[in-house]
């Protein structure tokens, strides 16, 4: 019986420049989307959704993106150039988009969270297809004129973009934290000597 933990103990992310190939099918597509969006949704809010960037429309999402960064002062010639270029590799890119309701009784950041668990889900499905795919944020994320650009409304935010495409090789592992390192046991005592300090 083959280990149904193993898709999650070797998922990596592929780096978009080594993601090419042609874009999944629609109906292979259609089920990626699917799975991404099963996730923890505390008030049944659905606090999100996704816009996909695939073709020429990709490519003129990318130049502008790349004009933007040419106005950002804080950004260098080298990563202005590495914007231009981001959106030429992967044959598809997902933005996911978190719709907030800043006036629920469900906290914002469990709203945002849920977004965060549907960017999650999409590089697992990738991964359980024989896809590669890479999480993205960077200022485009967090940046006002790049959610104009993408049509955001006043509660809406930028999770990050997954670029999803055929990986050119094997991902190499890298290091990982010991769970030693960022597991601990609560007990009642040590709660109480953390009081007492």
């Known amino acids: 019986m083959p280990d149904p933990l193993a898709l999650l103990l070797k998922r990596r992310s592929t780096p978009t420049r080594q993601l090419g190939g042609a874009p999944p099918d629609r109906a292979t597509l ?35 993106l790349a004009a933007r ?21 992967a044959p598809l890119v997902i933005a996911v988009i978190a719709r907030v309701d800043p006036d629920h009784k469900v906290p914002v950041v469990e709203q945002q969270l849920s977004a965060g668990c549907v960017a999650y889900n999409l590089l697992l499905a990738a991964s359980a297809v024989g896809l590669g795919a890479q999480w ?3 200022w485009a994320a967090y940046d006002a004129e790049v959610a104009a650009i993408l049509g955001l409304a006043a509660h809406e935010q930028t ?36 009081a007492a300090a």
């Open 30 to 64: 259609n089920r990626l989307l699917e799975a991404a969006i099963r996730v923890p949704d505390h008030g049944k809010l659905e606090p999100f959704r996704l816009i996909l960037l695939e073709g020429d429309a990709k490519l003129r999402f990318g130049e502008r």
């Open 159 to 194: 999770v990050g973009f997954v670029h999803v495409g055929q990986p050119a090789e094997d991902v190499a592992e890298r290091s990982r934290p010991a769970l030693d390192s960022v597991l601990s046991v609560w007990t009642p005592a040590a709660a109480a000597g953390q």
């Open 136 to 138: 993205l944020t960077g």
């Open 69 to 89: 960064a040419s106005q950002r002062a804080s950004l260098s010639e080298t990563q202005q150039e590495k914007e231009r270029l981001r959106y030429t590799f």
